[in-house]
C-alpha cells in the first residue's frame, strides 16, 4: 500500500466502514471488498479541480483546450475504482443513517495498518503485474475559491468543503495503465480478495436491525472467522436522565 501525498500518517487510527446487511453478508460470504469506479458515487463534484458558482455562464470558445475534456474526464472516473472509509474515534450516528439502511445495517471497525495487512494484491489478468493500492486522507478545500492543479490520481483525495464532515479515508487502484495495455476494464466496481481475520477489529450491529438479520449477520461472521468480534451499537444503550 502506497501513500498518496507521501506523508505521515497514524496507520492505527480507527477507521469505519457502514454497510447495508446484504453488503456486510456479500463481504463475508466472498471475501472481496468493493471498490466502486468513482462514476458511481452521489457526489457531483467527485474528481472535480473546481466547482463553478450557481448560474455561471461560459463561452466554450474561451475555455482552455486540453487533453482532459469532459469525455477524457468521464473515462478517468471510469477507470478510477475506490473504496472508501470513515475516520473516527467513535461510531457515528450520521453515518448509520447515511450509509446503514437508517440504522438497520453493520459498522465495521479497522485501521490503515489493518487493510494494509488484509488487502490480496490485485490484477485483471494473470498475465498482468499487480496493480499499484494507493491509500490517504481525503483533503477537503473550497473548490469554489482554489482551482486543482493535481495529477490525475490526486484529484479523486480532494473534495469540495462542503463534504468535510465526511472525514474520508481512501483506497484507491487506477486502471488507467491496465486499460491502455488491452486489459478490459469493467464500467463499474471491482472485486479485492481481503483477509477478514486481518481485516476486522470489530462489527457493530445497527440499532434498528430485525432479529432475522441479527441472527443473519451473526452466522455470517461466525463463517468467516470473525464472530467473535461482533457487538452492538452503543446507541443500543439506557439513557438515564436523573
Not at 505521515?8 to 456486510?24: G, K, V
Not at 475559491?145 to 468543503?161: A, G
Not at 483477509?195 to 455470517?220: C, F, Q, S, T
Request: aromatic fraction near 12%; charged fraction near 30%.
Amino acid at each position: 500500500m502506497r501513500i498518496v501525498f507521501d506523508e505521515a500518517m497514524d496507520l492505527d487510527e480507527p477507521i469505519w466502514r457502514y454497510l447495508r446487511p446484504d453488503r456486510f453478508l456479500d463481504l463475508m460470504g466472498s471475501e472481496n471488498l468493493y471498490f466502486a469506479a468513482a462514476r458511481q458515487f452521489q457526489d457531483p463534484f467527485e474528481g472535480a479541480t473546481a466547482v463553478l458558482p450557481p448560474g455561471t455562464k461560459l463561452d466554450p470558445r474561451f475555455l482552455p483546450q486540453n487533453e482532459y475534456g469532459e469525455k477524457a474526464f468521464e473515462e478517468l472516473r471510469r477507470l478510477t475504482k475506490i473504496c472508501c472509509w470513515h475516520r473516527a474515534e467513535y461510531e457515528s450516528d450520521a453515518m448509520w443513517q447515511l450509509y446503514a439502511s437508517a440504522w438497520k445495517g453493520v459498522a465495521i471497525l479497522s485501521s490503515p495498518r489493518k487493510l494494509a495487512e488484509a488487502i490480496q494484491p490485485f490484477k485483471l489478468r494473470e498475465d498482468y503485474t499487480d496493480e499499484t493500492l494507493w491509500a490517504g486522507n481525503v483533503r477537503y478545500i473550497d473548490l469554489l475559491q482554489e482551482r486543482l492543479e493535481v495529477n490525475m490520481l490526486e484529484r479523486f483525495m480532494y473534495k469540495h468543503q462542503a463534504f468535510s464532515w465526511e472525514q474520508e479515508f481512501r483506497l484507491v487502484i487506477s486502471l488507467r495503465l491496465a486499460e491502455e495495455y488491452g486489459a478490459e476494464v469493467p464500467n463499474e466496481g471491482i472485486r479485492v480478495v481481503v483477509d477478514l481475520r486481518l481485516l476486522v477489529d470489530r462489527i457493530y450491529l445497527g440499532p434498528h436491525l430485525a432479529e432475522e438479520d441479527i441472527k443473519a449477520i451473526r452466522l455470517a461472521a461466525e463463517a468467516a472467522g470473525v464472530g467473535d468480534r461482533v457487538m452492538v451499537s452503543s446507541m443500543l444503550g439506557v439513557p438515564r436522565y436523573t
